[in-house]
């Protein structure tokens, strides 16, 4: 091998007699030719990555050393011919001209042997590379390496069908088709049902692929899955791989996944109610909502089940009642029938309108009674639901139950009585009724003493008053003996009160008495007054108030003269200069007056000289 470094030109003559002389020695050593051999070692198979570099080993040794060698690399061509690639001997090497692969390689002797380097590999340079070894009289031979090439296809793209697909098809159909592209060798595609591989079936699975092979020599592999739907693969998702080999391995990619739009025939309508929540009273309005099972969704109507021919004015498979009524209870039906669905579907639902009637009560309006009498009232309202019964007077509780009894009948028993009636399940389900009860019966006074007896200092003013209730209303009378001065001071009246105030005047001994008096019958009451004389103390203490009196006048005197005259200092400055205005309006006025022989009576009159009113002297002796 050392001598191919010197550089040694011959002409092609040259070359064809040594060519001559070595054959001519090789025929006249037969014998030796026989006994000489040569082995070559080289790869089965190389693989490599499309656009990389292959490097293709031919290792050789010879058993006896041979005085003349040649190798030369050759290609299986397409059409399968050898075309000779290069040659190299002892002297010279070179890359043959004008083939696919000039320019793209090279010879380079190795230990033991020669390597051929092939740049920037193509789809194209898979094919067999032949190694021949001639060593003349040492032997002859050859081998070859299949070189193989890979080029990885793009991520498969899968795509479905986006029209719906009916489970009424008898035959598969495609639902989805996935592409693996631009890829060595032809990659494989295989689909999967969630993650569970597709095997072609009779009348259920049928794959379709179509093979393409561009320009560049890389596979184009589309795949079409054809598949009889059934409704359960609504909610089913669909994907594909694509595995392709590479150098010592085989690799997968998957697809994204999809779902397929699976048309089907309703089998079951559902009908429930969506408002109002809880339970459905008079006046609310009502939805009722209706729903099938098919896809698409078969046109839906309503009816009701008493009714089955009309049909209900529905929206968007919604049914509106407004301001329902008892009316409106009974079963309502929804009906689905379509293209999908050749079979009608019916659903129901049952719709209860809760009532409460206005309440009614007995006796009405208004019930007379007699004092002492008892009476039962009572107070109902229709309803489909349990009620609760209050009764109810002046905004305070007076009974429970549908029935109230009023016994041993007073005046306090008249008034107006409120029933309520309420649904304790739907609180805001409530009627009200009334009665108002009216008590007749004889006047009767406030107080139940019909005698009263009072002793009061005679001359004084005595208030009387007397109170009579009744219906009809009574009507008040006074009849007074003993004293000639007396009058009515007041009288106020309510519906069926009489309130009477009269003011006497004691000179004597006086009975006064109260008549109060109606249709259903009369009372009294009388007041007896004892006239007493005026106690002797009383003067004592008149003339030492009158005393004291006089005394203030005299200081308040004698104080303002000072003032005039100038006694009195006044001022911070220590000057005594002091103005007065002479008012009468100061001036106290006591009048001592007798009122009888045994009785003294002071009336002090007013700063301006106003009596007191008489209603200021006397004694009130109400109750």
Known sequence: MSLRAVSVQCCSSCWTIMSGFFYFSLLCSAAALASAKVDIQMEDRLEVFQGERAEIQCNYSFSTEPHMMMIQWFVKSASGSRVRISYSDLTTQTVDGSTEYSGRINVSAGAGGEVLTIRSVRIADEREFFCEVNGMAAGSGEEKT????????????????????????????????????????????????????????QGQVNIVTLVTRTSSDLYTVQSDLQYKVTKEDRH????????????????????????????????????????????????????????????????LTFNREQQPEVELDSEDGTLTLHEVTRRDSGVYQCRSAGAESPEEVVGHTTLTVHYLDAAIVVPRDSEVMFKGESLTATCNALSSLNTTTVWFKSGEEVGRGHTLVLQDATFDTAGEYVCAVTVPSQPDMHTTGSVHIVVEGAPEMKRTEGYVSLKERAGKLVNL????????????????????????VANRVTEDTVHSLVTVKLTSDTTATCNATSDMGSETRSYAIEATPPSDGSGVVIVVIITC??????????????????????GRSGKQQITAEKSNRDEIVVEMKPESKTEDVVLLKGVNGEQRPPNEQYMDLRN
């Not at 109610?273 to 309005?285: F, I, N, S």
């Not at 008053?465 to 009378?477: E, K, L, Q, V, Y």
């Not at 203030?552 to 005259?565: C, D, E, M, P, W």
Request: glycine share 8%.
């Open 236 to 299: 089913a998702f669909f994907s594909c791989e694509a595995s392709f080999l590479v150098p010592g391995d085989t690799r997968t990619s998957t697809s994204r996944q999809i779902g397929i739009i699976v048309h089907y025939p309703t089998t079951k309508v559902e009908l429930w109610k969506e408002r109002p929540r809880g339970l459905v009273k008079e006046g609310d309005t009502v939805e009722i909502r209706c729903r099938g099972d098919g896809n698409p969704p078969s046109p």
């Open 465 to 488: 008053s007397c109170d009579a209730r009744g219906r009809p209303r009574p009507i008040i009378t006074w009849s007074i003996a003993g004293s000639q001065s007396w009058r009515e």
């Open 146 to 201: 299949h070189l193989a090439v890979f080029e990885p296809p793009e991520g498969p793209l899968i795509e479905g069908v986006h029209s719906g697909i009916s489970v009424s098809r008898e035959l598969p159909t495609k639902v989805a088709s996935c592409e693996a592209r631009n890829g060595f060798p032809k990659p494989n595609i295989t689909w999967y049902r969630n993650q569970v591989p597709l095997r072609p079936t």
């Open 549 to 570: 009196l006089l005394l203030l006048a005299v200081l308040g005197s004698v104080l303002y003269f000072l003032h005039k005259k100038g006694k009195m200092a006044c």
